[in-house]
Structure formats: structure tokens, C-alpha cells
């Protein structure tokens, strides 16, 4: 079955939205929308490889900054720290556990997600939150909105209980080797 709705949330990796803000940077940060390629979680959790098709001099710059290089599909590679103060959060998406988000991981992702978040229609006033955004919300109106969402598209009932976002798929990580994170010449 295919759906537009899975389509839009699956366009570039959980990561790109849950983790990439907790550093205040989302995919538009690197000039050029079509500059970001995606944003992959190290399989420790503590850090960040964006890739890019150029890379922002900005980066070098930035207090999480380890490292960059150049892989096999000539994209830059940049490696950030992730803070440690975001560390349970980090784990609590890798287990998809997003509604566990603590409200200052929530506030990030929010506030620099680059995902629309209660957008009021200029002609219904009707507001509009991106099911991405929905699924980390603590109220349980907005994930009940989600929730009806979801059981329309996959025909079936969730529980009351349930994470209303898939758990990160293995396309969300990367393994990172010692050669990754030597500083740059």
C-alpha cells in the first residue's frame, strides 16, 4: 500500500528531525536546500554525521565540530558532538521512545526541526503541527489527532499507549571508525 503520508514523514532520516536540533541546526543550516543529504546517529548515539554535497565553513566553527572528510560518493562528511546533557534523550530515540523526549529536547526540536509546528491556515485559521512533530507531544489531543491519523492509513487500531513514530530504522546510523573522528589537516 502505498501512502503520501508515509512518503512525507520518511523523506530523510528521524534523525535529520530529532537530533540534528538538539544542536540548533536543522537541514536548511547548510546554504542550498539541496546541499543537506541526510543527518545519521553514530551506533554509540554520541554523535552526528551530516552528510553534504558542499561543505559550510561555518561548521568548522561550531563547539561539536570533530572532524569532516570525504566518503566514497565524494559528499562531505561532517562529525559532531552530540552535548552530553542530551544523552538519555538520544537514547530514548533509539529505542523510539519519543514521547519520553525531555521538554528541553522537545523545545530544540520544535523550535529548530525546520517541521511546521501549530501553523495557523491564513483562510480556515484551522492550525497544522507535522505528524513528526505530533508524535513527541505530551498532549494527548495532539497524539490523538496522530493517533487517528495512523489508524485510518494502516486500517487498524493502535493502543492508547503506543509511539506514534516508527522506531529508527537501521538507515538512521552509522558506524564511525577512529579515522573518522582524526582532526582534519
Known amino acids: 500500500m502505498k501512502s503520501k503520508f508515509f512518503d512525507i514523514v520518511n523523506d530523510f532520516n528521524l534523525a535529520t528531525y530529532y537530533l540534528l536540533p538538539l544542536l540548533k541546526l536543522n537541514k536548511l543550516s547548510f546554504g542550498a536546500p539541496q546541499n543537506f543529504v541526510n543527518c545519521y546517529v553514530s551506533s554509540k548515539g554520541d554523535c552526528l554525521l551530516i552528510k553534504l554535497r558542499v561543505m559550510m565553513p561555518f561548521l568548522y566553527r561550531n563547539e561539536d565540530f570533530i572532524a569532516d572528510y570525504i566518503d566514497e560518493d565524494k559528499l562531505t562528511c ?6 552530553e546533557k542530551y ?25 529548530y ?12 485559521g484551522r492550525s497544522t503541527t507535522d505528524a513528526r512533530l505530533m508524535a513527541i507531544e505530551e498532549s494527548e489531543e495532539q497524539r490523538s489527532l496522530l493517533r487517528n491519523k495512523l489508524e485510518d492509513e ?19 546510523y552509522i558506524q564511525l571508525t577512529e579515522v573518522d573522528y582524526l582532526p582534519t589537516a
Open 113 to 124: 526541526s525546520g517541521l511546521i509546528y501549530r501553523q495557523q491556515h491564513p483562510e480556515t
Open 78 to 83: 561532517i562529525v559532531l558532538r552530540i552535548p
Open 87 to 111: 544523552t538519555e534523550d538520544v537514547a530514548w530515540f533509539m529505542t523510539g521512545k519519543y514521547s519520553k523526549f525531555s521538554v528541553d529536547a522537545r523545545e530544540l526540536i520544535r523550535s
Open 154 to 172: 494502516l486500517g487498524c487500531s493502535l493502543p492508547l499507549d503506543a509511539e506514534l513514530m516508527s522506531k529508527p530504522s537501521d538507515n538512521n
